[in-house]
Protein backbone atom coordinates (compact mmCIF):
# COMPACT_ATOMS: atom_id res chain seq x y z
CA UNK A 1 0.00 0.00 0.00
CA UNK A 2 1.48 3.74 -1.17
CA UNK A 3 1.99 5.60 2.50
CA UNK A 4 0.09 8.44 0.88
CA UNK A 5 -0.76 10.04 4.33
CA UNK A 6 1.80 12.28 3.62
CA UNK A 7 -0.28 14.56 1.24
CA UNK A 8 -3.72 14.43 3.10
CA UNK A 9 -3.00 17.42 5.15
CA UNK A 10 -3.03 20.76 4.22
CA UNK A 11 -0.09 21.68 6.13
CA UNK A 12 1.58 19.35 8.26
CA UNK A 13 1.98 21.90 11.41
CA UNK A 14 -2.18 22.12 11.74
CA UNK A 15 -1.12 21.73 15.19
CA UNK A 16 -0.88 26.15 15.05
CA UNK A 17 0.90 27.93 17.15
CA UNK A 18 -2.14 29.00 19.11
CA UNK A 19 -1.98 25.11 20.79
CA UNK A 20 1.43 26.89 22.65
CA UNK A 21 -0.18 30.13 23.79
CA UNK A 22 -1.54 29.15 27.07
CA UNK A 23 0.17 28.42 30.54
CA UNK A 24 -3.22 27.80 31.95
CA UNK A 25 -3.12 24.61 34.33
CA UNK A 26 -6.89 24.87 33.90
CA UNK A 27 -7.78 24.73 30.09
CA UNK A 28 -5.11 21.67 30.26
CA UNK A 29 -7.03 20.41 32.56
CA UNK A 30 -10.25 20.56 30.49
CA UNK A 31 -8.41 19.42 27.52
CA UNK A 32 -7.75 16.20 29.20
CA UNK A 33 -11.28 15.71 30.31
CA UNK A 34 -12.81 16.64 27.13
CA UNK A 35 -10.05 14.13 25.45
CA UNK A 36 -10.29 11.22 28.07
CA UNK A 37 -13.90 11.05 28.90
CA UNK A 38 -16.15 13.65 27.21
CA UNK A 39 -15.11 12.76 23.53
CA UNK A 40 -14.98 8.77 24.49
CA UNK A 41 -18.05 8.43 26.03
CA UNK A 42 -19.99 10.43 23.26
CA UNK A 43 -18.56 7.84 20.69
CA UNK A 44 -19.85 4.91 23.04
CA UNK A 45 -23.09 6.83 23.25
CA UNK A 46 -23.14 7.01 19.65
CA UNK A 47 -22.15 3.34 18.87
CA UNK A 48 -25.01 2.03 21.14
CA UNK A 49 -27.74 4.51 19.66
CA UNK A 50 -26.42 2.88 16.28
CA UNK A 51 -27.17 -0.30 17.97
CA UNK A 52 -23.58 -1.11 17.32
CA UNK A 53 -21.40 -2.81 20.39
CA UNK A 54 -17.55 -3.26 19.89
CA UNK A 55 -16.69 -5.81 22.58
CA UNK A 56 -12.77 -7.48 23.40
CA UNK A 57 -13.43 -11.36 23.61
CA UNK A 58 -11.41 -13.76 25.92
CA UNK A 59 -10.08 -15.00 22.59
CA UNK A 60 -9.65 -11.99 20.87
CA UNK A 61 -8.90 -8.26 21.53
CA UNK A 62 -10.48 -5.45 19.62
CA UNK A 63 -7.77 -3.94 17.50
CA UNK A 64 -8.55 -0.25 17.22
CA UNK A 65 -6.59 2.51 15.45
CA UNK A 66 -7.16 6.11 15.95
CA UNK A 67 -6.01 7.74 12.17
CA UNK A 68 -4.44 11.09 13.31
CA UNK A 69 -4.14 10.37 16.73
CA UNK A 70 -2.70 13.77 17.98
CA UNK A 71 -1.38 13.42 21.76
CA UNK A 72 -2.75 9.64 22.10
CA UNK A 73 -5.31 10.79 25.14
CA UNK A 74 -8.48 9.88 23.60
CA UNK A 75 -6.51 6.83 21.83
CA UNK A 76 -5.32 5.21 25.09
CA UNK A 77 -8.81 6.64 27.12
CA UNK A 78 -11.17 4.91 24.32
CA UNK A 79 -8.88 1.52 24.27
CA UNK A 80 -8.63 1.27 28.22
CA UNK A 81 -12.58 1.52 28.19
CA UNK A 82 -13.19 -1.05 25.34
CA UNK A 83 -10.60 -3.30 26.58
CA UNK A 84 -8.92 -2.97 23.14
CA UNK A 85 -5.53 -2.53 21.97
CA UNK A 86 -4.89 0.70 20.68
CA UNK A 87 -3.17 1.45 17.55
CA UNK A 88 -2.02 5.44 16.93
CA UNK A 89 -0.69 7.15 13.74
CA UNK A 90 0.27 10.47 13.35
CA UNK A 91 2.96 12.56 11.64
CA UNK A 92 5.31 13.36 14.88
CA UNK A 93 6.22 11.07 17.77
CA UNK A 94 4.15 11.14 20.77
CA UNK A 95 5.62 12.06 23.45
CA UNK A 96 4.70 8.59 25.75
CA UNK A 97 6.05 9.78 29.06
CA UNK A 98 4.30 12.93 29.24
CA UNK A 99 1.03 11.20 28.18
CA UNK A 100 1.95 8.52 31.29
CA UNK A 101 2.09 11.96 33.33
CA UNK A 102 -1.10 13.66 32.54
CA UNK A 103 -3.07 10.45 32.95
CA UNK A 104 -1.34 10.30 36.39
CA UNK A 105 -1.94 14.28 37.03
CA UNK A 106 -5.48 13.39 36.25
CA UNK A 107 -6.00 9.96 38.64
CA UNK A 108 -5.84 7.42 35.98
CA UNK A 109 -3.83 4.88 34.80
CA UNK A 110 -2.39 4.12 31.73
CA UNK A 111 -0.89 0.96 30.30
CA UNK A 112 1.80 0.60 28.09
CA UNK A 113 0.82 -2.50 27.05
CA UNK A 114 -2.57 -1.33 26.25
CA UNK A 115 -1.60 0.90 22.98
CA UNK A 116 1.13 1.98 20.70
CA UNK A 117 1.89 4.35 18.35
CA UNK A 118 3.12 4.68 15.05
CA UNK A 119 4.42 7.59 12.63
CA UNK A 120 4.40 7.42 8.98
CA UNK A 121 7.91 5.44 8.66
CA UNK A 122 7.24 2.76 10.68
CA UNK A 123 3.22 1.95 10.11
CA UNK A 124 2.33 -0.62 8.33
CA UNK A 125 -0.38 0.20 5.88
CA UNK A 126 -0.97 -3.84 5.16
CA UNK A 127 -2.75 -4.12 8.59
CA UNK A 128 -6.18 -4.34 9.32
CA UNK A 129 -8.30 -3.00 12.10
CA UNK A 130 -11.83 -3.96 13.76
CA UNK A 131 -12.67 -0.25 14.43
CA UNK A 132 -11.23 3.21 13.20
CA UNK A 133 -11.30 6.41 14.62
CA UNK A 134 -11.11 9.84 13.06
CA UNK A 135 -12.04 12.69 15.42
CA UNK A 136 -11.27 16.33 14.23
CA UNK A 137 -8.93 15.23 11.44
CA UNK A 138 -10.51 15.77 8.02
CA UNK A 139 -10.96 19.85 8.89
CA UNK A 140 -7.35 19.68 7.78
CA UNK A 141 -7.03 16.87 5.35
CA UNK A 142 -6.82 18.46 1.75
CA UNK A 143 -7.83 15.16 -0.25
CA UNK A 144 -11.04 13.88 1.72
CA UNK A 145 -11.33 10.64 -0.76
CA UNK A 146 -7.51 9.68 -0.72
CA UNK A 147 -7.88 10.07 3.08
CA UNK A 148 -11.24 7.78 2.95
CA UNK A 149 -10.13 5.53 0.48
CA UNK A 150 -6.99 4.72 3.02
CA UNK A 151 -9.21 4.26 6.03
CA UNK A 152 -11.49 1.32 3.84
CA UNK A 153 -8.28 -0.16 2.87
CA UNK A 154 -6.89 -0.35 6.82
CA UNK A 155 -10.75 -1.67 7.47
CA UNK A 156 -11.98 -5.57 8.28
CA UNK A 157 -14.68 -6.27 6.40
CA UNK A 158 -16.78 -6.16 9.42
CA UNK A 159 -14.87 -2.72 10.95
CA UNK A 160 -16.75 0.63 11.87
CA UNK A 161 -15.34 3.48 10.84
CA UNK A 162 -16.22 6.67 13.46
CA UNK A 163 -15.82 9.87 11.65
CA UNK A 164 -16.05 13.19 13.56
CA UNK A 165 -15.01 16.51 12.50
CA UNK A 166 -16.45 19.91 14.74
CA UNK A 167 -17.79 22.83 12.81
CA UNK A 168 -15.06 25.15 12.52
CA UNK A 169 -15.59 28.63 13.80
CA UNK A 170 -19.40 27.83 14.97
CA UNK A 171 -18.88 25.42 17.95
CA UNK A 172 -18.78 25.85 21.42
CA UNK A 173 -15.59 23.04 21.77
CA UNK A 174 -14.37 22.93 18.57
CA UNK A 175 -13.15 26.64 18.04
CA UNK A 176 -9.93 26.65 15.52
CA UNK A 177 -9.34 30.44 16.40
CA UNK A 178 -9.95 30.51 20.38
CA UNK A 179 -12.03 32.95 22.56
CA UNK A 180 -13.54 35.16 19.36
CA UNK A 181 -16.92 35.96 18.58
CA UNK A 182 -17.90 35.50 15.16
CA UNK A 183 -21.03 34.84 13.45
CA UNK A 184 -21.87 31.42 11.94
CA UNK A 185 -20.95 30.07 8.86
CA UNK A 186 -18.72 33.21 8.40
CA UNK A 187 -15.86 30.65 7.69
CA UNK A 188 -18.10 29.26 4.92
CA UNK A 189 -19.66 32.43 3.55
CA UNK A 190 -15.94 34.04 3.83
CA UNK A 191 -13.93 30.96 2.70
CA UNK A 192 -10.83 33.88 1.67
CA UNK A 193 -8.54 34.39 4.35
CA UNK A 194 -7.81 37.85 3.33
CA UNK A 195 -11.49 38.60 3.44
CA UNK A 196 -12.00 36.31 6.53
CA UNK A 197 -9.01 38.36 8.30
CA UNK A 198 -10.09 41.55 7.13
CA UNK A 199 -13.74 41.33 8.54
CA UNK A 200 -12.11 40.12 11.63
CA UNK A 201 -9.79 43.11 12.07
CA UNK A 202 -12.90 45.51 10.97
CA UNK A 203 -15.11 43.76 14.12
CA UNK A 204 -12.64 43.76 16.38
CA UNK A 205 -14.56 45.20 19.27
CA UNK A 206 -17.43 43.15 18.51
CA UNK A 207 -15.48 39.61 17.61
CA UNK A 208 -13.85 40.20 21.14
CA UNK A 209 -16.24 41.03 23.81
CA UNK A 210 -13.61 41.63 26.28
CA UNK A 211 -10.18 42.13 26.29
CA UNK A 212 -9.44 39.11 28.83
CA UNK A 213 -10.59 37.67 25.69
CA UNK A 214 -7.93 38.82 23.63
CA UNK A 215 -5.11 38.87 26.18
CA UNK A 216 -6.16 35.65 27.76
CA UNK A 217 -2.86 33.82 26.22
CA UNK A 218 -0.74 36.99 27.58
CA UNK A 219 -0.01 38.05 23.14
CA UNK A 220 -1.41 41.18 21.64
CA UNK A 221 -3.95 41.69 18.91
CA UNK A 222 -0.89 40.97 16.37
CA UNK A 223 0.84 38.01 17.58
CA UNK A 224 -3.11 36.81 17.90
CA UNK A 225 -3.45 37.45 14.27
CA UNK A 226 -0.22 35.75 12.98
CA UNK A 227 -1.36 32.44 14.94
CA UNK A 228 -4.75 32.39 13.87
CA UNK A 229 -4.33 33.00 10.27
CA UNK A 230 -1.83 29.98 10.27
CA UNK A 231 -4.73 28.06 12.04
CA UNK A 232 -6.95 29.15 9.55
CA UNK A 233 -4.36 28.54 6.91
CA UNK A 234 -4.30 24.80 7.96
CA UNK A 235 -8.24 24.13 7.87
CA UNK A 236 -10.44 23.27 4.78
CA UNK A 237 -13.60 24.94 4.10
CA UNK A 238 -15.79 21.84 3.85
CA UNK A 239 -19.24 21.66 3.93
CA UNK A 240 -21.48 18.93 4.88
CA UNK A 241 -21.97 18.45 1.25
CA UNK A 242 -18.53 17.94 0.55
CA UNK A 243 -18.01 15.08 3.38
CA UNK A 244 -21.03 13.11 1.91
CA UNK A 245 -19.84 13.15 -1.61
CA UNK A 246 -16.82 12.13 -0.14
CA UNK A 247 -18.34 8.97 1.98
CA UNK A 248 -20.63 8.44 -0.89
CA UNK A 249 -17.51 8.31 -3.42
CA UNK A 250 -15.34 6.13 -0.78
CA UNK A 251 -18.30 3.17 -1.07
CA UNK A 252 -18.99 4.00 3.18
CA UNK A 253 -22.45 2.87 4.41
CA UNK A 254 -23.50 5.61 6.87
CA UNK A 255 -25.32 3.93 9.70
CA UNK A 256 -25.23 6.48 11.86
CA UNK A 257 -25.12 10.81 11.42
CA UNK A 258 -25.84 13.25 13.53
CA UNK A 259 -24.24 17.11 12.50
CA UNK A 260 -23.42 19.78 14.67
CA UNK A 261 -25.57 22.30 15.77
CA UNK A 262 -25.18 25.55 17.59
CA UNK A 263 -28.87 26.37 17.11
CA UNK A 264 -31.38 24.40 19.00
CA UNK A 265 -34.00 24.81 15.72
CA UNK A 266 -31.61 22.60 14.02
CA UNK A 267 -31.41 19.62 15.59
CA UNK A 268 -31.54 17.41 12.97
CA UNK A 269 -31.12 16.91 9.23
CA UNK A 270 -33.71 14.15 7.79
CA UNK A 271 -31.74 11.46 6.26
CA UNK A 272 -33.64 12.55 3.32
CA UNK A 273 -33.11 15.92 2.50
CA UNK A 274 -30.74 17.52 0.50
CA UNK A 275 -26.82 17.55 1.84
CA UNK A 276 -26.35 21.17 -0.09
CA UNK A 277 -29.40 22.70 1.91
CA UNK A 278 -27.38 22.31 4.75
CA UNK A 279 -23.84 25.13 4.99
CA UNK A 280 -22.62 22.92 7.73
CA UNK A 281 -19.46 21.98 8.42
CA UNK A 282 -19.91 19.53 11.32
CA UNK A 283 -20.87 16.35 12.35
CA UNK A 284 -20.21 12.60 13.24
CA UNK A 285 -20.54 9.47 11.32
CA UNK A 286 -20.47 6.14 11.37
CA UNK A 287 -19.37 4.01 8.71
CA UNK A 288 -18.87 0.46 7.51
CA UNK A 289 -18.24 -0.67 4.03
CA UNK A 290 -20.79 -0.92 1.46
Known amino acids: M ?11 SRYSPLDNLTDNSRQIDDWFNSHAEEAPNQILADLRQANLELVSTVDQTLN ?21 TGHGYDFFKIDQKLLRKRFFDNNQILSKERISFYEKDNFNFKNKYDFILSWSVIEHVDNLFEYLNQVRE ?10 QTWP ?35 NRKEIFTNEKSLTSHNNNYEEWRIAALESYKSCNRLKIEDIQFAIDKAKFKIIFFKPYFEDENFSTIPMGEKWSDFAISGGRWILTKD
Open 168 to 202: LWNSSKGHHLFNINVEPFLHLTLPKADDFFKHIDS
Open 2 to 12: KKIFDFFFIDK
Open 64 to 84: ILDFGCGDGIMLASLATKLHA
Open 154 to 163: LMSDSAVFYL
